[in-house]
């Protein structure tokens, strides 16, 4: 594992406690020696992690699309801003430059970036891990309708459990590089519910 892909908020969240998470998980990448992926921005959280790996020597790269360049909330001082027309390009290449995907406390488009290589997970098209740095209980409301998902019976416990969780940074970096996806048949569940 090389590089982490870290989901989050473009704002700061109403509690402090979002922020000094934001700078832990910082530390904690730096620590693991890996380069952070995310959405180059240089407000919120994601501006927080950002400028806590490159304070502490570690690498940056962001991917931003020339929509939010244009307003102005670009990271300019990441080891690498790659520009791209689009969000789907952006998400894309969010996803081939990482390892690892990581979502912390966000919005609506933190939870649509953590669904998206979830289900890819789910279905095959890649083996990478994913997690989600449950701060201060803000993912339990989540957890609990992906458990209440698998007792009504949309989703297998296995692919329940593929979603590694944990509320610290340093634990879940270690979770994360002992994971080993469940050998799988992208079809499979097309096949069983026909």
Same mark, same amino acid.
């Given at each position: 594992m090389k590089a982490v892909c870290v989901y989050c908020g473009s704002s700061p969240g109403a509690n402090?406690?979002? %922020?000094?998470?934001?700078?832990?998980?910082?530390r904690a990448l730096v620590a693991a020696n890996l380069a952070l992926v995310y959405g180059g921005g240089k407000v919120g959280l994601m501006g927080?992690?950002?400028? %806590?790996?490159?304070?502490g020597g570690g690498r940056a790269i962001g991917v931003i699309p020339e929509l939010l360049v244009d307003k102005e909330v670009g990271h300019v001082g990441l080891t690498e801003l790659h520009v791209v027309p689009d969000m789907h390009q952006r998400k894309k290449m969010m996803a081939d430059l990482s390892d690892a995907f990581v979502a912390m406390p966000g919005g609506a488009g933190t939870l649509e970036e953590l669904f998206e290589v979830y289900t890819w997970a789910q279905l095959g098209y890649h083996r990478k891990p994913v997690g989600v740095l449950n701060i201060s209980g803000f993912y339990d409301p989540l957890m609990a309708l992906l458990d209440h998902t698998v007792r009504e019976g949309f989703m297998r416990q296995t692919y329940r459990d593929m979603l590694q969780t944990d509320s610290d940074p340093a634990a879940l970096i270690a979770r994360l590089k002992r994971y080993h996806a469940p050998a799988k048949d992208?079809?499979?569940?097309?096949?069983d519910n026909v």
């Open positions: 402090p406690i979002y %922020t000094e998470a934001a700078q832990a998980f910082g927080v992690i950002a400028d %806590t790996v490159m304070a992208k079809w499979a569940d097309l096949r």
